[in-house]
């Protein structure tokens, strides 16, 4: 339908529009745009995932009195060239949080409904969210919804103890987006987020050295260069935040919905369990490894780790057949 109309939209509409606004120039939003980034056979070949792109590259290099910006939630580097082609001669401004001005405002909405929140009850929510504005639209929503339920007085007013009573509503009913997220990080940076979470308490600082000594405790000896690399890494995305010579978490709710939903013994758990066939070939291995076997059990434990190169027990065994062989 967009195709057959698109002359309309292209002759018809815009001239109407330009003459319209006079001097003004329009600007066209598109929100979550990254939902386009698709090519699959099983979409027709007028469905918008095919054929928008070359449309929306046709406008901007034509269509001069046009302003676009297009709202992307994930990380350029995992866009597809196609996609990013549309966008080669665009600004790019990453966003992130909210002022803490604009944060408070934001959660003073409420105030419109004759709501009251205490100044605690607002730092608490500016400390939970780090002025995230999801989050603290979620948070505030389920605070709005713990208000519903209570009497009296405490109908309308917003104590400290409101919010942290609204926490447990608010990592659950979030959980698609916290899930998102999650899944957005490659394994060496959930296992890492996991270890922190776990150990660290609100506004914590752990050291690299301190994060290592929880991996080797919890039994995870693998994939150390990414292990070493992945705090930095979750600095840059803005998970974690560097403090003098350790880190933290950046939004203290992920981090406990990281702790409660996503323990590290599962993470580990999950990562070894990715592939069922490299699971069966490290247990040949393991036979192989106890009946001395060790060329064969290199051999299975080779394979395991290329179908799932992050199967844990599968490098810790195989760097112990080489220790006993002395081939280091």
């Known amino acids: 339908a967009f195709i057959a109309d698109k002359d309309t939209f292209h002759l018809k509409f815009l001239p109407k529009l330009y003459k319209k606004l006079g001097n003004r120039r329009p600007v066209f939003l598109f929100d979550e745009f990254d939902v386009m980034d698709q090519h699959e056979d099983k979409y027709s070949e007028t469905a918008a995932a095919n054929k928008l792109h070359p449309y929306l590259r046709q406008l901007i290099s034509t269509q001069t009195k046009m302003c676009f910006v297009f709202v992307v939630g994930r990380r350029m580097q995992e866009l597809s060239f196609e996609f990013l082609s549309t966008f080669k001669s665009a600004q790019s401004i990453q966003v992130f949080v909210l002022e803490v001005d604009a944060a408070k405002a934001l959660i003073k909405k409420g105030e419109e409904e004759g ?63 916290f899930q998102w997220i999650w899944k957005g990080l490659p394994p060496a940076e959930q296992i890492v987020f996991s270890a922190i979470a776990e150990k660290a308490t609100p506004g914590c600082v752990l050291t690299d050295d301190e994060i290592m000594l929880i991996l080797k405790q919890a039994g995870i000896r693998m994939m150390m260069k990414e292990l070493n690399l992945a705090p930095s890494t979750l600095v840059e995305w803005k998970m974690l935040e560097k403090v003098d010579e350790g880190y933290q978490f950046y939004i203290e709710l992920m981090r406990r919905w990281v702790a409660e939903y996503q323990p590290l013994w599962q993470v580990k758990d999950e990562i070894e369990k990715v592939n069922p066939l490299a699971n069966t070939l490290f247990q040949a291995a393991e036979h192989y490894f106890n009946q001395k076997n060790y060329e064969k059990a290199i051999q299975q434990l080779q394979e395991a780790i290329s179908l799932n190169p992050n199967i844990i027990k599968a490098r810790l065994l195989l760097g112990t057949i080489y220790k006993v062989q002395e081939d280091y």
């Open 115 to 177: 709501i009251l929140f205490e100044e605690e009850a607002i730092n608490e929510i500016l400390f939970l969210t780090r002025c995230h504005p999801y989050f603290t639209q979620l948070l505030c929503q389920e605070v709005f919804n713990q208000q519903l339920s209570a009497e009296g007085e405490k109908a309308n007013h917003v104590t400290l103890q409101t919010v942290r009573d609204s926490i447990p509503a608010a990592l659950a009913s979030g959980g698609s987006a």
